[in-house]
């Protein structure tokens, strides 16, 4: 594997309980990308992120990792364990031995900083996303993986959100996967598009698969409206090493 | 040199301690992945094992705990992600397990085992050898803790993200069935059937009131474990009631405190 791919698969295939989800899906993973996967409900988003981080395993296919992969994770759900005393702080230094200035430092660049002596069954929903949010750019990961990181966020926390995940992505250099139903939002952040709906319809650059006919099926009104909203300044060039000039 | 084990409340107060030390943290692993339920099914089965060892002649605690890592072997092939046991499912296996049990038992002589140190166990009565197996299984218990004690604590906050950042849930949780199963078995005869979840939920429910960080909640735990322990073999002594049941009320005497406690301090801010 070269040095900048993470994750590779191909032909990724999962049944799940009521037939097929993913059929035969390949795709890679870089270094100093962000990839989208968008598709309807149902469509297979959830299943590939947890084939990606290893929460499922794949029925067929072949699925490699760069050696000692390290993932941050915000899972689509967030469950608060209401039965553990836990401070954010902590949570924060669960798994990995990260000074209490980096957790200030993270903290604060979600705009939660203040939360950070609070014990986490207090935090709201949003509160709780922006923590963990937070969290998976801690322990320098490799890659980070978000599913679906705004529901439940309005319109312009969603914008900002999408930025914040653009700004972590410079400053950790790691590669970036998000599940997201919004293309038109994310596609100025997005360097490579996953179009699922079981099977992938369609991948590449956000203008080309926003011209796709099989995208354009499947999202043919949010499309139109994405084409009004959307203002590409995606003018910067990749070099050699995947660092981004802008 | 083991002349001071000869006194019985030695003996049974050694014990006692033993076992509300290391109920402390696995309790509180227990309620904080759900999974306090399953040390009452384990508790009932384990009248099958007892039953099952009496019958085969062997040892009752081989049988108990063949009963009981045979439950959890097959609990942990059943259960995946996100998937917590099913009540009905440990329910089923509980009673059934009790059931069988009690009819193994009738069918053996009356004087062969008391139901009522099955149900309530019998710390009074604790020998040097049960002492001696509390003791190997409190270091073992000890040991693992210590050695996984971060992971544990990360796949109770979230399974999904602690899979992510390359723990693996799986094998971990089964040694967490696995270190269930061994605690259930020792101290099924000290504590008897009825009463180890009382041991392993209710102190650990008073420490939940008054702790900020998970460790705070063990050593409260722990804290709690002993005075109910101290208090229930008081009284105990004092009224001739039975040691098992006085622990628990004394653990539940105690909870209420904390709660008053609580509120008054609350209301007093």
């Not at chain 1, 209490?100 to 996303?129: M, P």
């Not at chain 2, 098992?244 to 539940?252: D, N, Q």
Request: glycine letters at 8%.
């Amino acid at each position: 594997m070269s040095a900048d791919l993470l994750v590779k698969g191909k032909d990724i295939g999962f049944i799940g309980k009521s037939g097929p989800i993913l059929d035969s899906v390949s795709f890679e993973l870089y270094r100093g990308q962000i990839t989208t996967i968008i598709g309807p409900n149902g469509a297979g988003k959830s299943t590939l992120t947890n084939i990606v981080t290893g929460l499922l395993q794949a029925h067929s296919g072949v699925l490699e990792r760069a050696n000692n992969l390290c993932i941050g994770y915000l899972p689509q759900k967030v469950y608060v364990n209401t039965l553990m005393p836990l401070s954010v702080k902590r949570l924060l230094q669960l798994t990995q031995t990260v000074s209490d200035e980096e957790v200030h430092q993270a903290l604060s660049q979600t705009e939660v900083g203040y939360l950070y002596d609070r014990q986490v069954q207090t935090l709201s929903e949003g509160e709780l996303k922006r923590v963990l949010l937070a969290r998976t750019t801690l322990g320098k990961p490799d890659l980070i993986v978000l599913d679906e990181p705004t529901a439940g966020v309005d319109i312009s926390g969603e914008i900002k959100m999408y930025d914040l995940i653009g700004e972590f992505h410079n400053q950790l250099q790691c590669g970036v996967l998000l599940v997201s139903h919004n293309l038109h939002l994310v596609m100025s952040k997005t360097d490579q598009v996953l179009c699922l709906n079981r099977h992938l319809c369609c991948s590449g650059l956000p203008e080309s698969v926003s011209q796709h006919p099989e995208y354009l099926a499947l999202f043919g009104d949010q499309a139109a409206e994405s084409l009004a909203v959307y203002t590409h300044h995606h003018d910067h060039i990749h070099d050699v090493a995947g660092h981004h000039h802008d | 040199m083991t002349e001071w084990l000869d006194d019985f409340v030695v003996r049974s107060t050694v014990a006692g301690l033993l076992m509300i030390s290391i109920a402390a943290p696995m309790g509180c692993l227990m309620i904080w992945q759900r999974m306090a339920f399953l040390s009452d099914t384990l508790g009932h089965a384990a009248v099958l094992g007892v039953g099952l060892g009496l019958w085969l002649q062997i040892h009752p605690m081989i049988g108990v705990l063949a009963i009981v890592v045979l439950i959890v072997v097959s609990l942990s092939r059943v259960v995946s992600f996100n998937n917590s046991l099913s009540e009905t499912t440990l329910a089923i296996i509980s009673h059934s397990g009790l059931a069988a049990g009690l009819i193994l038992l009738g069918t053996m002589p009356s004087q062969t085992v008391s139901l009522e140190s099955i149900l309530f166990g019998d710390l009074l009565a604790t020998t040097k050898i049960d002492l001696a197996m509390i003791l190997g299984t409190v270091v073992i218990l000890v040991f693992l803790l210590l050695q996984h004690w971060r992971s544990f604590v990360a796949v109770s906050v979230s399974q999904e993200i602690a899979q992510a950042e390359g723990i693996e849930v799986r094998k971990l949780q089964f040694l967490m069935y696995l270190m269930i199963a061994l605690l259930i078995t020792v101290m099924m005869k000290v504590m008897g059937v009825l009463l180890i979840a009382a041991v392993l939920v209710i102190p650990t429910s008073s420490a939940r009131l008054i702790s900020r960080s998970p460790e705070q909640m063990v050593l409260g735990s722990a804290l709690f474990g002993v005075m109910s322990l101290g208090g229930g073999m008081l009284s105990s002594f004092q009224f001739d009631w039975q040691t098992g049941p006085a622990i628990v009320l004394s653990a539940t005497a105690l909870l209420f405190v904390t709660l008053l406690v609580r509120r008054l301090a609350r209301s007093a801010l």
